[in-house]
């Protein structure tokens, strides 16, 4: 039984889950809401109001939710304006309630262009009040709901792109309205909002000070959890943004001042930390750059099977399984490409999923390349408006292209995984005879000196060596077997790979350390 305190202020208690939801009108104009719905918003309006972070948090994560379960699974919550009065115009609470309304028709019902019209408005609105607005905004939320808030703004703009390009499937007021509104929803005003966000919350050198183990003095409006948060979590979205545009570099570049292999604040929302990785480990993937890319989804991979007892019970259980195995996909994608040593437990959950798809990509199947880069990949989204007289849909446009980008590079390798596991047959071995080997894709030995000298090039990769920013590196060979040509011999040099036992008894007593250490803490705690 879900019970919570007293939601109106005329102390009158309600149980979300054995109220019969019976309307009735009681003069107020409000007989369209549920009497339980009307006390829970009075007694969010009022946690509201009081900044009892803690009780928002339990409303937002837990009472929302099962009241939208029972009363509100397929349809609206109330109508804003309907409320209005029980909050007394409330600007800022009926900002933040609409945000709320907003969201769940996106997530359980279907969107008319009017909601995603509104929706941007208030977003706008939001925006407004937190950048300039002359309402102080005196609320503090949870870090998870500020999060949302980034995330679904991002959201929604990418779904208005891909509801923008199916042209087929609009009305002739639907592209009346979309060619008269460009303003709406544009990803300038996304990306302005984003970056006005983390510039007016000094995020930036708040981070690059504590980088320098400088102490700052934080004032004004840094000094808001609200707003540093908000600040922050505008970093991944902007990160989110880029990747959506095909900009890589900037993608990556946004998030210089953060240290994604630290512990940073990122790591306070699971939803936050997984999206980080997963965008910018797409983007070291279409940058060429595959070892980055795979120390990266290695890393939130196993994250996210160490945690996944806590997963469990998040309401953003299903994205963040989603997630989980688009970044398996595109792991296998990655290490086709490019093999490298990865955790014993990660190479046996791809052995068991996508052994056989990898096996095809190593011997250069196309199709399996493209099914998982499809699968995997984000909704890409073009900036400029469609041909609205083109009445054949437009919404995969974006994404083929981007598939191309990806191919091309794909069949420049092709060959290259035959011939790297052919060369570990050998230690030296004649070039022409090799040519007659591999005559199936190799035509002479001239030719397979073009292909030797190409396989040189393609593995050698810039690797990031931490402490910088993202983009930065160092070039590195990435190949699993090193070669060189003299007098018309392959020279083949014994690199089998020596199984080191060092880094996991080291990471397993630093692991011992920090357990020893909270145990410490949790008794001095428990003493005092």
């Known amino acids: 039984m879900v019970q919570y305190e007293e939601f109106s202020d005329d102390a009158e208690f309600y149980d979300a889950d054995t109220y019969d939801g019976d309307e009735y009108d009681d003069g107020s104009g409000l007989e369209d809401v549920p009497e339980v719905i009307r006390g829970f918003i009075h007694y969010f309006h009022r946690n509201v109001r009081e900044q009892s972070v803690y009780d928002i948090h339990q409303i937002y994560e837990e009472t929302f939710n099962k009241l939208t379960e029972k009363y509100f699974k397929s349809k609206p919550w109330p109508e804003p304006d309907s409320i209005a009065t029980l909050v007394d115009d409330d600007e800022v609470f009926m900002v933040l309630y609409k945000e709320l309304y907003y969201r769940h028709i996106y997530a359980r019902l279907q969107v008319t262009i009017e909601q995603r019209f509104s929706s941007f408005e208030n977003y706008c609105e939001l925006f407004g009040l937190i950048l300039d607005g002359d309402v102080d905004l005196a609320v503090d939320l949870p870090n998870q709901w500020l999060w949302d808030i980034v995330d679904e703004f991002v959201y929604q703009c990418q779904e208005f792109y891909v509801y923008r390009s199916r042209v087929k499937n609009r009305s002739e007021e639907e592209v009346a309205l979309l060619r008269v509104n460009p303003q709406v929803w544009n990803v300038k ?16 050198e708040l981070l690059e000070a504590e980088a320098a183990g400088r102490e700052t003095e934080v004032s004004g409006f840094a000094a808001r959890n609200l707003f540093k948060m908000l600040g922050y979590f505008s970093i991944i979205g902007l990160c989110r943004v880029y990747v959506l545009l095909g900009d890589y570099h900037t993608a990556l570049r946004v998030l210089d001042p953060l240290d994604i292999n630290a512990k940073g604040l990122f790591t306070r929302v699971t939803a936050c930390q997984i999206t980080a990785y997963y965008y910018m480990g797409f983007s070291y993937m279409m940058m060429r750059r595959y070892v980055d890319a795979i120390k990266t989804f290695s890393n939130i991979l196993l994250y996210i099977a160490r945690t996944k007892q806590h997963i469990t019970r998040s309401y953003q259980h299903d994205m963040i399984l989603k997630k989980n195995e688009q970044m398996n996909s595109l792991l296998a994608l990655n290490l086709s490409l490019c093999p490298q040593r990865i955790d014993e437990s990660l190479h046996q959950v791809l052995r068991d999923k996508y052994g056989e798809k990898m096996n095809a990509m190593m011997k250069g199947t196309d199709t399996t390349f493209e099914e998982l880069f499809t699968y995997a990949c984000p909704k890409f989204i073009s900036p400029i408006l469609p041909n609205f007289d083109n009445k054949a849909n437009q919404n995969t446009e974006s994404m083929r292209l981007q598939l191309k980008l990806f191919m091309r590079e794909v069949s420049q ?57 993202p983009t930065a590196g160092e070039w590195v060979d990435t190949a699993d077997v090193e070669y060189f040509l003299e007098e018309g011999m392959i020279h083949i040099v014994d690199s089998k790979a020596v199984r080191r036992y060092d880094d996991f008894f080291i990471r397993h007593i630093a692991k011992f350390k920090e357990i020893i250490a909270d145990m410490g803490r949790r008794k001095v705690a428990a003493r005092s």
């Open 189 to 204: 005003t996304v990306i302005d909002f984003l970056k006005r966000l983390v510039a007016k919350s000094s995020i930036v």
């Open 413 to 469: 390798q092709k060959y290259i995984s035959q011939l790297r596991q052919f060369l570990k047959l050998y230690t030296t071995i004649d070039v022409n005879k090799t040519a007659d080997f591999l005559s199936e894709f190799v035509g002479s030995g001239d030719e397979l000196r073009m292909m030797l000298l190409s396989m040189k090039h393609k593995t050698n990769s810039l690797v990031w060596s931490g402490g910088s920013s």
